[in-house]
């Protein structure tokens, strides 16, 4: 089945994938939503039939709408699934959506903060890409701490808490909500009026510092290189734009089945944490353009800011040599 409402289906990132939600895998939701009712906004247990009309009466009419009020995925680890979420309460409008997500019960106690990070990376994808959303926002129930961890560590931010703001159980409860927003920073790909900035940075003697290659570049060749890397169909290059102006790139070059990560910030903009920003929005665009390549970076030893940028980002490290560092993302 396919949404509609969505540009792309299928949204992956190594093994991990989220598909519009499976028919297949309701039962399996079923037993994950009974297990976890405790925090779920769901009166009683559901029943196989219960599930059935759900999946036949609502979920089947999603994928025909043009404002959906929901879109829902099936959460896959290698072709399996392991969970289910998406977003809920679309207000097309305001441009906001709910975050909605389970997974597989047994998964919890070891994997909760790994499989939560990868799925909120999924399907950020969903709603900052594809729909072009403004917020997504979590609103849950205050009796899950490891789940506002996730939530920190992956740029979500507390916006309030709702003091016995839901019945439950006989008991009133509060409300946390987390939300996340749209970065300003925005991703395009680079074209050939580019060439006079990109030299610009690229020759700047605090980018060449940090460079793998220190030589000194001369605009004629920058020139030709610059029209061999927008021209090459193995080679991803996006600038970074802030209020429409232009203040850093990142590519990645296609090499057997990795791609190296290589980006930079216009030294004017140096300390205002756009780099991260930067690697973070390319690999999602470069995931949404071209999928199944690992992602490596090499950094110098001394380059400090990168080596965080890279750890931060959860790439794996290998050792290449004394002086380098390769950093590789799954």
């Known amino acids: 089945m396919k949404y509609k409402v969505l540009h792309k289906q299928v949204f992956s ?172 920073l925005e991703l395009r790909k680079a074209n050939s009026s580019d060439v006079n900035i990109t030299f610009d940075w690229a020759s700047n003697e605090v980018v060449r510092k940090y460079a793998l290659t220190k030589n000194k570049i001369e605009f004629e060749s920058h020139k030709l290189w610059f029209n061999a890397k927008i021209n090459d169909p193995k080679v991803y290059y996006y600038i970074a734009m802030v209020d429409e102006k232009p203040v850093g790139s990142i590519r990645f070059d296609q090499v057997d089945r990795e791609a190296v990560i290589s980006y930079l910030i216009d030294p004017k903009f140096h300390g205002n944490g756009f780099g991260k920003k930067i690697v973070k929005e390319g690999i999602e665009h470069f995931r949404m353009d071209s999928q199944n390549y690992a992602i490596v970076g090499i950094v110098e030893n001394e380059n400090k800011a990168s080596l965080k940028i890279f750890r931060d980002l959860s790439f794996k490290e290998e050792f290449l040599n004394e002086n380098t560092i390769k950093f590789k993302l799954l």
């Not at 059935?52 to 009020?69: A, I, K, R, T």
């Not at 999924?122 to 917020?135: G, R």
């Open 13 to 184: 990132v190594g093994h991990f994938a989220i598909v519009p939600i499976r028919f297949e895998d309701r039962m399996a939701i079923m037993k994950w939503r009974n297990e976890q009712i405790y925090h779920l906004r769901q009166n009683k247990p559901l029943t196989a039939e219960d599930q059935e009309n759900y999946f036949n009466q609502v979920v089947g009419s999603l994928f025909e709408q043009e404002f959906p009020n929901q879109i829902l995925f099936s959460f896959l680890e290698h072709g399996v699934c392991i969970g289910y979420g998406g977003l809920v309460h679309l207000n097309w409008i305001d441009k906001n959506a709910e975050i909605s997500f389970i997974m597989d019960t047994s998964l919890e106690k070891e994997r909760f903060h790994e499989i939560w990070s990868v799925y909120l990376g999924l399907i950020e994808q969903v709603a900052f890409q594809d729909l072009n959303l403004h917020k997504i926002y979590t609103y849950a129930f205050d009796l899950r701490p490891h789940l506002y961890k996730v939530l920190v560590s992956t740029g979500f931010q507390q916006e309030a808490v709702l003091k016995d703001h839901c019945f439950f159980e006989n008991k009133f409860k509060d409300v946390v909500i987390h939300a996340k927003y749209k970065s300003k």
